[in-house]
């Protein structure tokens, strides 16, 4: 299996590529994705010594994050999907963060500003892919809602600016704090291999961002 993976959920854009088992990745800090992923996709392909053509299925994370962030990977996909007629693996970037994290239960929060996180509680199957438990939110992160009393491991954004009014809220749910994650490409990568081989990829035009905050995605949709 052939696999492009991109996210540009947050500052950091990234690529990546799975090939088989074989995993390569290409990241880029700041929020100038329009103009770095495109190259960023070429350098990477051909690293790897491979075309566009020979890709097997594309992948992206679908959000919530940056809107303007996920609007340019959704186009990048959506673009790249209908010129070669490949599918496409819309992938959790909440998932991914969880994803990338060294523990069996995560509590992934990415800052979505405005004194609120974007919340999401996964944890990991036996095959490794990350299972959301309950529902994927945007809220304040005094109102998140306390998982099931087990110990858990935070991660992202939303845990480095507010892990202190997290860590009150979850109590002794939280055994800790991963500071500095983010979503990656290489675990879109990973979960998209898991979602394809389920028949869960899609027809580029329903490659679409998932914002979950409502009133801001349906002004952003106006301009």
Known sequence: MKILALDTSTETCSVALLIGGELIESAASGVQHSSKILPMVEALLAQADIALAQLDTLAFGRGPGLFTGLRIGAGVVQGLGFALELPVVPVSSLAALAHGVDAPRVLAALDARMGQVYWGAYERRGTGRMALSGQELVMAPDAVPLPPATTWMGAGS???????????????????????????????????????????????????????RDNVAKKMSAD
């Open 158 to 212: 939303g845990w480095d600016h507010y892990h202190e009014v997290l860590t009150q809220r979850l109590g002794d749910c939280v055994g800790g704090w991963q500071s500095g994650a983010h979503p990656r490409a290489r675990d879109v990568a990973r979960l998209a291999a898991e979602a394809f081989r389920d028949g869960e990829a899609v027809a580029p035009e329903r490659a679409v961002p998932v914002y979950l």
